[in-house]
């Protein structure tokens, strides 16, 4: 598969959006143009051809078909297809890498560098649990249909934001490859962060992902080198210091939006991690942030 590269200084120049729905038999035109079309699969499934590859795009996945390149369906869907598309054009030629090459030091690159510069689209991938991808293309569908907004630029940082948490995902997906995390246990990860408001258990993760408990935990642990009931802990602390820090919430209430049914007991795990209480945490986060002024 095809990794898209594209310089990410500047944003993605939106052309148009929509949400198409076929109730009947969908075959996607034969066309080559000079545009970028992203694709975003709903329901049903869509068969598409590009670069000689044939694609069978489902829900929460996704194509990203390249300007100047032939794209057209190469089957007719069958039953409903909804899909999200948009076209855009980018400000410099969108190159194309492997994934060996991407491996071999693209990502360590864009992970450790400062400048962060890149858009990295996969040809052809899925959306992660968290579900962040479809909320910002929805989002760039509404803003599209507005009659009045003060800027058409902001459907190009729309669009550039859509693209850049694909790239985030992808990144973060194979950051977890890259440490020996299986698909499977990344998936949880995802869940985990998707869900983090919720007063989870690990026996419902289990079961939602069709795993006895104490397998899933003995494999979360050997794979992460920490318990899955730390991880969970962890994830909605680190969200927790957050909202500490940008909004003005009482400490019951950032211990309830994150999941934690006890507020003694959110307390207790935030000085575990943090070294301090919440209240302390949220005093040096303001002093430092008078201080930067």
């Keep these: 598969m095809r990794y898209f590269l594209s310089d990410a200084n500047y944003p993605l120049k939106y052309l148009s959006c929509g949400n198409l729905i076929s109730k009947q038999e969908f075959l996607h035109v034969r066309r080559n143009f000079n545009i970028n079309v992203l694709i975003m699969v709903k329901e049903g499934l869509l068969y598409i051809a590009q670069d000689g590859v044939n694609y069978e795009v489902g829900p929460n996945q996704f194509i990203l078909l390249r300007a100047k390149e032939e794209h057209y369906g190469y089957?007719?869907?069958?039953?409903?297809?909804?899909?999200?598309?948009?076209?855009?054009?980018?400000?410099?030629?969108?190159?194309?890498?492997?994934?060996?090459?991407?491996?071999?030091?693209?990502?360590?690159?864009?992970?450790?560098?400062?400048?962060?510069?890149?858009?990295?689209?996969?040809?052809?991938?899925?959306?992660a649990l968290t579900q962040r991808a479809p909320l910002l293309f929805n989002q760039l569908l509404d803003l599209s249909r507005q009659e009045m907004i003060y800027s058409n630029q902001i459907i190009d940082y729309a669009l550039s934001l859509l693209i850049m948490e694909i790239s985030q995902e992808f990144i973060e997906m194979h950051y977890k490859i890259q440490h020996n995390i299986s698909p499977n246990i990344a998936r949880v990860m995802e869940w985990i962060k998707a869900n983090y408001y919720k007063p989870i258990t690990v026996k419902e993760i289990a079961n939602e992902f069709g795993y006895n408990s104490d397998y899933l935990s003995t494999l979360f642990k050997k794979t992460t080198d920490i318990t899955l009931t730390n991880y969970i802990n962890k994830t909605r602390i680190e969200i927790s210091k957050s909202l500490i820090s940008n909004y003005d919430l009482s400490i019951k209430e950032v211990a309830y939006s994150c999941g934690f049914s006890d507020e003694k007991y959110f307390l207790k795990i935030f000085k575990k991690l943090e070294g301090m209480t919440p209240s302390q945490y949220k005093k040096a986060f303001t002093r430092k942030m008078i201080n930067d002024r």
């Design 75 to 127: 089957k007719p869907s069958t039953g409903k297809l909804s899909y999200l598309w948009v076209h855009f054009v980018t400000n410099d030629i969108m190159t194309v890498t492997t994934k060996e090459s991407f491996l071999n030091g693209i990502m360590d690159r864009t992970i450790e560098s400062t400048q962060n510069n890149f858009y990295i689209i996969p040809e052809y991938g899925e959306i």
